[in-house]
């Protein structure tokens, strides 16, 4: 099966019969739209709502109002995010981003790795995550492992990320209702836990010296699984890297060619 727009150019050659020529495929819309990211070294999983959500089994597109059952990853790797159960199922949303840019909006919900991240005590690591909370109320567990110990936590003063065995480590910062770029990065060789906010640079997390010293694990079952409150979550990149500055403002500018934050 071919999909997309001009991909085969039809023609009747001046000696009779018929041409076909297979023009290269045109990617959908700036970052974010079915092209690849700028940075794909050390690229473990990659969701694109735009791309290979479905409402079944991966058979049917997801439509705005629709149970999302199965969501591809877009990296490569081939690590799909499926949910049987409909009562925990994320629903897919075109309306509550700009430009009918699609989102998947879950509470207490849960998409399945078919593999699980497993981001071990040496292994450094980037997120990042286009989201919208409805107000700027505490969400836990968007990314959880079984028993709930690992997890985000969006509160309204702080970001952080709780491991495994619930080592907590975090960054001030007072979230709103707006749309925006999260970058997480984790960088095993110094204990550095960095956020930044589209792009920006907001702070380093508490305790990197101890966490250098006692290096957390993570192994990540389950996305879009939030609590407490509902969220709007739009494209999500895993990387088994600890960005710096250069390459987190260069995925999120990417992004941003998308979602027009700022």
Do not use: C
Request: hydrophobic fraction near 35%.
């Amino acid at each position: 099966m071919i999909k997309g727009d001009r991909i085969l150019n039809v023609g009747t050659p001046a000696g009779g019969g018929i041409s076909i020529i297979a023009n290269e495929p045109v990617a959908s819309g700036g970052g974010g739209g079915g092209d690849a990211p700028p940075i794909t070294t050390d690229l473990l999983v990659y969701y694109n709502p735009e791309v290979e959500a479905y409402s079944d089994a991966g058979t049917t597109l997801a439509v705005d109002g629709d149970n999302v059952r199965q969501f591809n990853d877009q990296s490569g790797n081939a690590n799909t995010l499926s949910q049987s159960t409909a009562s925990l199922q994320p629903v897919y949303d075109t309306t509550t981003f700009s430009g009918s840019n699609a989102s998947l909006n879950s509470l207490n919900d849960s998409l399945l790795f078919t593999s699980n991240l497993n981001l071990n005590t040496t292994t450094s690591f980037t997120f990042y995550m286009v989201y919208k909370k409805s107000s700027n109320t505490t969400i836990r567990n968007w990314f959880v492992n079984s028993t709930n110990n690992l997890r985000l936590d969006q509160r309204t003063t702080l970001i952080g990320i709780r491991a495994d065995a619930g080592e907590f480590r975090y960054v001030a910062y007072t979230d709103d209702a707006n749309i925006k770029i999260m970058a997480i990065t984790v960088d095993r060789s110094n204990g550095e836990f960095k956020l930044y906010i589209n792009g920006s640079y907001i702070g380093e997390g508490a305790s990197a010296a101890y966490y250098q010293a006692n290096p957390p694990s993570y192994t990540i079952q389950k996305l879009f699984a939030n609590g407490n409150a509902a969220m709007n979550v739009g494209n999500v990149l895993f990387y088994t890297a600890a960005h710096d500055a250069t390459d987190v403002g260069t995925v999120s500018d990417w992004l941003n060619d998308k979602y027009s934050i700022y």
